[in-house]
């Protein structure tokens, strides 16, 4: 059992909470927890935490625009080599 005490500046009782309750609330930021006399609070992440989320989050953005630009580049060799393709053929019919 973790000790917790209720945030509510009126209430202030103390109670326990199951250890896995209290890790899946702290993990799901945003989870209610309630105290027995109903006041419910949140558990938020830190600042370390809320930054290391942030700093995955962008760095998953900056694969997905990375694959992106690849596939674009990949798109771009196929047109130039039809457009050298044609302008081939268009030269050698020029020369008849």
Same mark, same amino acid.
Do not use: S
């Given at each position: 059992m973790i000790n917790v005490t209720c945030c509510n500046r009126?209430?202030? =009782?103390d109670f326990g909470i199951p250890e896995h309750i209290e890790r899946q609330a702290r993990r799901d930021a945003g989870r209610r =927890?309630?105290?027995?006399n109903g006041h419910g609070f949140v558990y938020q992440d830190s600042e370390p935490d809320r930054l290391r989320k942030e700093i995955e989050r962008l760095n998953a953005q900056v694969v997905r625009k990375q694959e992106y630009v690849e596939s674009l580049e990949r798109e771009n060799t196929t047109y130039l080599k039809r457009v050298?393709?044609?302008?081939?053929?268009?030269?050698r019919k020029g020369r008849k």
């Open positions: 009126d209430c202030g =009782v =927890v309630v105290c027995p050298r393709y044609w302008k081939g053929i268009a030269h």
